[in-house]
């Protein structure tokens, strides 16, 4: 590695431990503000809020790394620009490409980051707060020890349960009611006690079966009704109120392979496991469009330059949030929806390095 080499990465890692740092700040402060009066009202200690904010910051680093790269890469090369050494650079036979390799290679470690946390770190530290937050601020019962509200759910196209509560220690439901449905008829429903889950199987337990034919009604006690067309897990009914930040990408990759095993939508759930890796690959995908963009000389100086490097990072979340919405509602496909920001960055990208003085 040549001087010139550790200068660029120098000034590449400077910016960007002051962009992480700002924005871990920013998210911070903006949450708390946000949550004060909840945490005053609930009389949490501030042992409590502090342990709080340290699980939150691992997810902040993780959602914030690719804007921190976006803002080093801009102010970084920026910076050159504006003091003419990208061009005395250039002057000496370091090509702008080669500034871009050097920039990718110094990301990789990045990327490996993101996906590190997003696996690991993230989905438990996740979990953990917010079940301080269930428990503590919001006096609510925890979501893996003690019972959980009523619960519904598809089991299959015709098939819909709901659960009056779940107990998952003793994995097992309260008040079950099961009901079969063609075209927009009921034609079958169990009323049970209890639904069981025995032996990798679920069971009804204790219920009454009533048919509904075309011109009669037929009814009958039931003790035990094995229902082997339940395709979920009692872990699944525990993530139930759980969000996909505090699940890694095997657990999604589970659920969703399970809901489409039982004929269920499983949209919103693919969206969100094709996030999971199209956000490692974000960090490659901004370089790609950040040292091109911050290459051009531009009126206004650093002042300048900074407005326009928040103005990108706006537009760039934009593109992201807009691809997960259309992406749930199913207007465009998961991959694309996830894909979407990263697509349309790096097409620019390679159409302003293109354009870009070399």
């Known amino acids: ?10 000034a590449f890692a400077r910016s960007f431990f002051f962009s992480m740092l700002a924005a871990s700040l920013i998210f911070v402060t903006i949450d ?10 609930a009389k949490v200690n501030g042992w409590l809020v502090a342990r709080y904010y340290w699980l939150y910051l691992p997810y902040i680093v993780y959602l914030t790394i690719p804007v921190g790269v976006l803002l080093a890469t801009l102010f970084s090369i920026g910076g050159f620009v504006y003091r003419n050494e990208l061009t005395a650079m250039q002057a000496s036979g370091v090509s702008l490409w080669r500034v871009l390799t050097l920039m990718l290679l110094a990301v990789l470690p990045l990327s490996g980051a993101v996906w590190f946390l997003g696996e690991t770190v993230v989905p438990k530290y996740n979990y953990e707060r917010k ?3 269930r428990v503590e601020v919001r006096k609510g019962k925890g979501s893996a020890s003690s019972r959980q509200g009523r619960i519904y759910l598809q089991t299959s196209p015709t098939q819909f349960l709901k659960i009056e509560s779940y107990d998952p220690g003793k994995q097992t439901g309260y008040k079950a009611v099961l009901q079969t449905i063609e075209n927009g008829h009921v034609i079958e429903r169990v009323e049970a006690d209890s639904l069981l889950f025995v032996n990798g199987t679920w069971a009804l337990k204790h219920g009454t079966k009533t048919g509904f034919e075309e011109r009669s009604i037929s009814q009958h006690d039931v003790e035990l009704l094995q229902c082997p067309q339940f395709k979920f897990t009692p872990d699944d009914l525990l993530r139930v109120n759980i969000a996909p930040e505090e699940m890694s990408y095997k657990d999604i990759r589970s659920l969703v392979m399970r809901l489409q095993a039982a004929g269920l939508r499983a949209t919103r ?8 890796i199209a956000q490692p690959f974000a960090t490659f995908i901004i370089v790609l469009f950040g040292v091109p963009f911050a290459a051009f000389r531009r009126r206004g100086g650093l002042v300048l330059g900074f407005g326009l490097s928040l103005l990108v990072c706006f537009v760039y979340f934009g593109f992201m949030q807009v691809g997960k919405i259309l992406g749930y509602g199913g207007d465009l496909s998961p991959i694309l929806a996830a894909w979407a920001g990263n697509i349309v960055f790096g097409i620019i990208g390679m159409m302003l390095f293109v354009r870009a003085p070399k």
């Open 1 to 10: 590695m040549t001087l010139l080499d550790r200068y660029i990465l120098s």
């Open 269 to 276: 759930w693919m969206v969100d496991l094709a996030f999971k």
């Open 32 to 41: 708390l503000v946000e949550h004060l009066d909840k945490f005053v009202d």
């Open 131 to 133: 079940e301080i937050y």
